[in-house]
């Protein structure tokens, strides 16, 4: 109970706490994950699930920020050594 005798789940104080911790970036990541679960792969640095959209295979992990390949789950350092006439294509559909 709170001093003017309302009942509170959660301080206000630890409420903004938690808000001020909370990135938009893995909120949508959260989202989309739950949303479109058939699309997501885990994360080779995290094990998060992240999801494809759009056709770009070039994800960014959510929850560690990591760069990895959503065909051959590797990590990728740098877009134009991985992808290429002879690697992974960095666009496709599905």
């Known amino acids: 109970m ?4 309302a009942c509170e ?13 909370m990135n938009p ?4 990541g959260q989202i989309q994950a739950e949303l ?3 699309r ?3 994360c080779p640095q995290c094990g998060q ?3 494809k959209v759009g056709n770009n295979n070039h994800i960014f992990c959510w929850a560690c920020q990591s760069h990895y390949c959503y065909l051959c789950r590797k ?3 740098r877009s134009s ?3 290429g006439p002879k690697a992974c294509k960095q666009h496709t559909l599905g």
């Open 75 to 77: 990590m990728v350092r």
């Open 49 to 51: 699930i992240n999801v």
């Open 9 to 21: 789940l959660f301080p206000q104080q630890e409420v903004r706490n938690w808000e001020e911790q």
């Open 36 to 38: 479109f679960a058939d």
């Open 40 to 42: 997501g792969h885990s």
């Open 25 to 28: 970036r893995q909120v949508m």
């Open 2 to 5: 709170s001093m003017d005798g």
């Open 81 to 83: 050594e991985h992808y």
